[in-house]
């Protein structure tokens, strides 16, 4: 028996380590191609890794916690199933589910559902995806339970309820009424009208059973199971599955802004009686924290910055979008403010392309510079995570239509809070916009994300006093913070940039133009 090296790969470009941050198998699980087995956490996001074999685990060569470099093994995964008692070898598990996987490396965009692959009934047409394979014992899960039949006899129960013909199609079992003493049985004359009753109440309650179960959550049983052991209500999920099934990286959305919202200062002062030097929790700075102060640093000090800001009256974009919200073309989609900015900056940067561009070093080799001016945008949207500020972006936002827009942003927004955006998707960006009126703030002076020259600070909405014609009315007001690399956009350009901006936000009407 052969047993197979797993090393660990570059999941983005150029990374050189990454920290195991958990194992998602054990010593003599079995495997099989594309099953996730453990969670890295590299300079840019968290990541599922699929196994590359098929087999049995004989080792896991790294602990948790542990950051290792590029290239070196971490699990070790046998070639086969060990031998059955009777000394023929049992039948590889990864044959029978997926007869063409090929045994080598296969790396790409993994699936925001893959911890559960393999326990649902039905899967995607076509061959297996990278993350969201079966897994190789889905024959062996979850046996079906079936709903005893209501003759069974479970408990003894009065002659007329149990000759009282139950549904054929009842989901689960009824319980039967406790057995009355020999003085209250019912007189014979009277038996068929209490089991017409009888009949009538069954009926009455499997229906509102059927009811349940129709309006149940839809979420797969290890979803279940966390939900259960975090004590999360799945009613209270928002679902972003294919089929309306609440996912896993949905708890972990739903946890995170619970523990955000939990007020802990009561317990946040140590006791007073321990010196102070025991009063001090040491974080360590690593992975996407680490990277980022890194970034904002460099960026900081490298680019030298200016700001300005500039008050809008946002009515008609509030307007604007409660009518999108009652679109029929928007229905089941999450329309916010936030997508009028978006297309915004997207209609300024065509009219002041220098913003949507870049500074580059010794482009030429000779230790000269350049501009490069995008003809494309990746527009970036900063996303605060437990693990640290992610910014991934919006490829060719240009190109989408305000509904198309609308779903790129509801899936950024998901899959980032969720730890799940990949490497690719920070990557390449051109400008950014940081959303920090989600949190109440009016405005700030936002750090540039390196490789771009401008970043839009979204300030909070919110009623105050406007002079609109002479007259002081109450109108929606929000303001605006830009930040720009002064080598590229000197003050004219940025104050025609945040005017641009500004000018969709007082009227979304001119995106029609």
């Not at 649902?120 to 709903?147: C, F, I, N, Q, Y």
């Not at 949207?381 to 609308?406: C, F, H, W, Y």
């Not at 919110?462 to 007001?477: A, F, H, M, N, S």
Request: aromatic fraction near 4%; charged fraction near 20%; include cysteine.
């Amino acid at each position: 028996m052969t047993v197979k090296k797993f090393n660990l790969p570059d999941v983005g470009e150029g990374l050189t380590e990454a920290e195991i941050v958990s194992w998602k198998v054990k010593p003599g699980d079995s495997v099989a191609i594309n099953d996730v087995i453990c969670e890295i956490e590299t300079a840019k996001s968290l990541v599922e890794l699929p196994s590359p074999y098929a087999g049995t685990v004989s080792e896991l060569l790294v602990a948790e916690g542990i950051t290792v470099e590029v290239g070196t093994p971490i699990i070790g995964i046998s070639d086969g199933a060990a031998e059955a008692a009777g000394g023929a070898p049992a039948p590889a598990a990864p044959a029978a589910v997926e007869p063409s996987a090929p045994e080598t490396p296969m790396y790409g965009k993994l699936s925001q559902d893959t911890t559960d692959a393999g326990t649902s009934d039905s899967g995607p047409a076509g061959g297996p995806l990278v993350g969201s394979g079966p897994k190789a014992d889905a024959v062996k899960r979850r046996p079906r339970r079936t709903a005893p039949s209501a003759a069974a006899p479970s408990a003894p129960a009065p002659a007329p309820v149990q000759a009282a013909p139950a549904p054929a199609a009842a989901p689960a079992p009824v319980r039967p009424a406790p057995a009355q003493p020999a003085s209250a049985q019912p007189a014979p004359a009277a038996a068929a009208e209490n089991g017409a009753q009888a009949a009538a109440g069954l009926g009455g309650t499997l229906g509102a059973t059927v009811s349940g179960i129709v309006s149940r959550v839809l979420a797969k049983p290890p979803v279940r199971k966390i939900a259960r052991d975090l004590g999360i209500d799945l009613a209270d999920v928002t679902a972003t599955g294919a089929r309306g099934e609440v996912t896993r990286e949905d708890l972990v959305s739903y946890q995170a802004q619970r523990d955000a919202e939990l007020d802990q200062a009561d317990s946040f002062w140590g006791a007073s009686r321990k010196p102070q030097e025991q009063r001090v929790e040491r974080i360590p700075v690593k992975g996407v924290r680490k990277a980022t102060a890194k970034a904002m640093v460099d960026s900081a000090f490298t680019a030298p910055h200016v700001s300005i800001f500039v008050d809008v009256d946002a009515s008609r974009t509030m307007e604007f979008v409660k009518r999108l919200k009652a679109s029929r073309d928007f229905e089941g989609i999450k329309v916010s403010p936030l997508l009028i900015l978006a297309k915004a900056v997207i209609w300024a940067a065509a009219r002041n392309p220098s913003v949507n561009a870049s500074w580059v070093e010794d482009a030429d080799g000779k230790g000269g510079a350049e501009i490069q001016v995008k003809h494309f945008m990746n527009l970036g949207i900063a996303a605060a995570t437990p693990r640290g500020l992610m910014v991934p972006n919006i490829k060719d936002a240009q190109d989408l239509s305000l509904k198309e827009l609308a779903l790129a942003l509801n899936e950024l927004a998901t899959t980032a809070r969720a730890g799940k955006t990949q490497p690719a998707q920070m990557q390449g960006g051109t400008l950014t916009i940081t959303n920090i009126g989600a949190l109440g703030i009016d405005t700030g002076t936002p750090i540039i994300n390196p490789g771009e020259v401008a970043i839009v600070a979204f300030g909070t909405i919110k009623q105050k006093p406007w002079v609109l014609d002479g007259e002081v009315i109450p109108r929606w007001i929000t303001t605006l913070g830009g930040s720009f690399d002064h080598r590229v956009v000197d003050g004219d350009l940025s104050a025609r940039f945040m005017a641009d901006v500004a000018a969709i936000l007082e009227e979304p009407a001119l995106l029609l133009d």
